[in-house]
C-alpha cells in the first residue's frame, strides 16, 4: 500500500524530532513529505511526516495551507487526507 505523500509549495515550519530534543526547522518548498503511520509525539493538531529519512511533526493547519496530496487519487480523497 503506498503511504500518503504531500508535495509543499512554499518553505513550512516543521519539528525534527531526534529523541533528544526538539528542533525548529523549515523544510524546502518541493519537498515530498510522507504521512507517518504514528501519531506526533507533540500535542493535538500536529502530523508526523517523514522527510529525507527523519521523522518530523508538521502543523496540520500548516500542511493544508501550504501542501497538496501527491498520492493516488483514491488515497487523497481529492483534497488533503490529514484526519
Same mark, same amino acid.
Given at each position: 500500500?503506498?503511504?500518503?505523500?504531500?508535495?509543499?509549495?512554499?518553505?513550512? +515550519?516543521?519539528?525534527?524530532?531526534?529523541?533528544?530534543?526538539? $528542533? +525548529? %526547522?523549515?523544510?524546502?518548498?518541493?519537498? %515530498? +513529505?510522507? *504521512?507517518?503511520?504514528?501519531? &506526533?509525539? +507533540?500535542? &493535538?493538531?500536529?502530523?508526523? %511526516?517523514?522527510? =529525507?529519512?527523519?521523522?518530523?511533526? !508538521?502543523?496540520? =493547519?500548516?500542511?493544508? &495551507? =501550504?501542501?497538496?496530496? !501527491?498520492? *493516488?487519487? *483514491?488515497?487523497?480523497?481529492?483534497?488533503?487526507? $490529514?484526519?
Amino acid at each position: 500500500m503506498m503511504e500518503t505523500r504531500f508535495r509543499l509549495k512554499a518553505p513550512t +515550519l516543521a519539528i525534527l524530532e531526534t529523541g533528544y530534543e526538539d $528542533i +525548529l %526547522v523549515t523544510l524546502p518548498a518541493d519537498a %515530498v +513529505l510522507e *504521512r507517518s503511520v504514528e501519531p &506526533s509525539a +507533540l500535542s &493535538s493538531g500536529w502530523l508526523a %511526516v517523514y522527510w =529525507e529519512g527523519r521523522q518530523y511533526s !508538521v502543523y496540520q =493547519e500548516a500542511l493544508a &495551507s =501550504e501542501g497538496f496530496c !501527491v498520492s *493516488r487519487q *483514491r488515497d487523497c480523497g481529492g483534497r488533503m487526507p $490529514i484526519h
